[in-house]
């Protein structure tokens, strides 16, 4: 298993939140960190397929793009949660899906141009398993808006 070093904790922490928009964003980034930026690509590459960073990307603010988003819970029978599982994945507006102890036991959450296409997308859901118990639990304020973890 790929153990990280000093380095690499660098560039986790450098890349978490402020990504460089820059035409080289890489080179940016390999500026601050001593390497070239073929180097930091090759870091970020090894990195990512030993698990430790899922992806690089965007998080927007879905209500400032003209989108609406959601928290679901699902009661799901044992014998249906992959099932259930991989049919929400479908979903293109599925950012998150958790296996959780609760008798709520799947959370994800949704994200669509509309509550109405939100909702559609939970009776097709439901319909295509069998998953008649889905709770749609829309926000009303956003409290926390960043998650950053800082590797020493």
């Known amino acids: 298993m790929h153990q990280l070093d000093d380095t690499d904790r660098d560039l986790v922490n450098l890349i978490q939140s ?9 080179q940016a980034i ?12 090759r870091r970020l590459d ?6 430790f ?11 400032k793009l003209g989108f609406v988003s959601t928290l679901c819970a699902a009661k799901v029978p044992q014998d249906k949660i992959e ?5 929400v994945n479908e979903y293109p ?25 939100i909702q559609d997308n939970l009776l097709s859901i439901s319909e295509r398993t069998g998953v008649r118990d889905i709770l749609n639990l ?15």
């Open 93 to 117: 507006g599925v950012t998150h899906n958790y296996l959780r102890e609760n008798e709520y036991n799947v959370w994800f959450t949704f994200i669509a141009p509309s509550m109405v296409e």
């Open 53 to 63: 960073i899922r992806r690089i990307g965007g998080n927007f603010v879905p209500e």
């Open 46 to 51: 090894t990195l990512k397929k030993n698990g």
């Open 30 to 41: 390999g500026d601050q960190v001593g390497l070239t930026a073929s180097e930091v690509i």
């Open 18 to 26: 402020d990504f460089p928009i820059t035409p080289e964003p890489f």
């Open 138 to 152: 829309p926000a009303t304020k956003v409290f926390k808006i960043r998650a950053e973890f800082t590797l020493s």
């Open 83 to 87: 099932l259930f599982a991989d049919t």
